[in-house]
């Protein structure tokens, strides 16, 4: 091999090392500290929030996908994976100011996209809502709706108490904690209200699948209507963005990764706020 070409494979080597690069990232938060990933080197951020009691991994596939030309970011909320906890089950307004925290420290000033998935997904619908000078674009990997509990409960009552009483069963303390305040907050009587959405682009992905065994009513052929319904719904209350139905099960970050590096990437071909 000759010099050029020694030089030239050299450099390839250090551009894919800068690909591949990954950090450890602390956010402090009073009585606990987040934990999270940081990969990739590009010029734009997006910020992951997986689904209830899943961390980082959970979004591997995707992340691997998208490469180094975005900063990737990837956490454990409060009491999961790394992140540490104060004990206190943690609501939506808390899960939020954590969130708030973590982009504060990883992109200040810096518009973002945020991509969740299923609880995540609301954390980031309600994110977008409540600082919208923040964001660039939202991805929703079937998320979860403040409606959801409501719609269910009229549906079959029964079935949602034994499923919530089968999910408490199996969760461990801290995490049954934080279950028992979301459904208190789904049970509100405004929490199925409409809500505006600020002028922020959605890429909204619903999955179609109907489980074979289901575990809970969501996975049923009943349940998937209402899921739907719930997607349509809020989807309705954006101004601009796509709504795409996915065949797969509710886990489409890990069954069909290339639809998410997709939908991340056509909002990332959105203009910034300052070019609106």
Do not use: C, N
Not at 16 to 28: C, D, M, N, P, R
Not at 61 to 66: A, E, F, K, M
Not at 69 to 94: F, H, P
Not at 117 to 146: C, K, M, N, Q, W
């Amino acid at each position: 091999m000759g010099k050029a070409m020694t030089m030239w494979a050299a450099a390839l080597l250090l551009a894919t090392a800068g690909l591949a690069h990954a950090g450890e990232i602390s956010v402090k938060r009073g009585g606990y500290t987040l934990q999270g990933e940081e990969t990739g080197t590009g010029r734009t951020a997006v910020v992951f929030e997986a689904g209830f009691g899943q961390g980082p991994g959970a979004w591997k596939q995707v992340i691997g996908g998208l490469g180094g030309d975005y900063r990737s970011v990837a956490y454990a909320r409060a009491g999961l994976g790394k992140s540490g906890t104060d004990g206190v089950a943690k609501r939506i307004d808390d899960q939020l100011r954590d969130l708030s925290a973590l982009i504060e420290t990883v992109a200040p000033g810096q518009q973002i996209i945020l991509v969740g998935h299923s609880y995540g997904g609301l954390l980031v619908t309600e994110f977008a809502r409540r600082h919208p000078e923040r964001v660039r674009g939202i991805v929703l990997v079937d998320p979860a709706t403040l409606g959801q509990q409501q719609a269910y409960r009229k549906a079959d009552a029964a079935r949602v108490q034994a499923d919530d009483a089968a999910l408490l069963a199996m969760l461990p303390p801290s995490m049954a904690a934080d279950y028992r305040a979301l459904v208190e907050q789904l049970d509100a009587a405004d929490a199925a209200s409409e809500r505006s959405m600020p002028d922020v682009p959605v890429a909204l992905m619903t999955a179609t699948q109907v489980a074979d065994a289901p575990f809970v009513f969501e996975e049923t052929a009943e349940g998937k209507v209402i899921w739907k319904a719930q997607q349509a719904l809020l989807f309705s209350t954006f101004a601009r963005g796509v709504h795409r139905y996915v065949a797969t099960g509710h886990d489409i970050a890990r069954e069909d990764p290339a639809a998410v590096v997709q939908a991340i990437a056509e909002m990332a071909a959105m203009p910034a706020a300052a070019d609106r």
